[in-house]
T-cell receptor, first 108, second 114 residues
């Protein structure tokens, strides 16, 4: 069956640095979604990517969907303490399978 | 709008007990779903529904029942609780028309089975 994997599992970042988290699916996805979950909170929808090679930006966050629609990435520039949390990719919409997430810790 | 609400927030059960986790949304969303989240893991889909009277199984349906008699409510029933069902349960909803991609999650129910 379909598997969704994320790397790295943990990401320690100094405030102001950039980092990227990666998501890989064992099967082609019709779409992929990204969520953020703060410690003790619930997942919050960030974005959905649908097209091959699609790139979307939300302020300091850049999301990319691979050409083969089997991988995706989230790049955060100039990390802030508000970026702390776990970032999940999931797909496809309707019967989402989530990756295990990348837990981001930001040191001031 | 209250969005997606879940009750209770916390629950402790003994092995073999049954209970129902409640989920309600006031956004008139057709699609509703239940997930469980275990420590250090992503969410896993238990059951989902695309409208009143229509439900289907997700990735981990065993030990759980659902029904959807109204658009607003989507309760999750644990038939005979087991320690392996200790988890945080999230309910979510989204629209099937218009802006279909955004899925709204409830605050979660933290369940412990002893």
């Amino acid at each position: 069956g379909q598997q969704v994997m994320q790397i790295p599992q943990y990401q320690h970042v100094q405030e102001g640095e950039d980092f990227t988290t990666y998501c890989n699916s064992s099967t082609t996805l019709s779409n992929i979604q990204w969520y953020k979950q703060r410690p003790g909170g619930h997942p919050v929808f960030l974005i959905q990517l649908v097209k091959s090679g699609e790139v979307k930006k939300q302020k300091r966050l850049t999301f990319q969907f691979g050409e083969a629609k089997k991988n995706s990435s989230l790049h955060i520039t100039a990390t802030q303490t508000t970026d702390v949390g776990t970032y999940f990719c999931a797909g496809p919409w309707g019967k989402l399978q989530f990756g295990a997430g990348t837990q981001v810790v930001v040191t001031p | 709008n209250a969005g997606v609400t879940q009750t209770p927030k916390f629950q402790v059960l003994k092995t073999g007990q049954s209970m129902t986790l409640q989920c309600a949304q006031d956004m008139n969303h057709e699609y509703m779903s239940w997930y469980r989240q275990d420590p250090g893991m992503g969410l896993r889909l238990i059951h989902y529904s695309v409208g009143a009277g229509i439900t289907d199984q997700g990735e981990v349906p065993n030990g759980y029942n659902v029904s959807r008699s109204t658009t607003e409510d989507f309760p999750l029933r644990l038939l005979s609780a087991a320690p392996s069902q200790t988890s945080v349960y999230f309910c979510a909803s989204s629209s099937l028309f218009g802006r279909t991609d955004t899925q709204y999650f409830g605050p979660g129910t933290r369940l412990t089975v002893l």
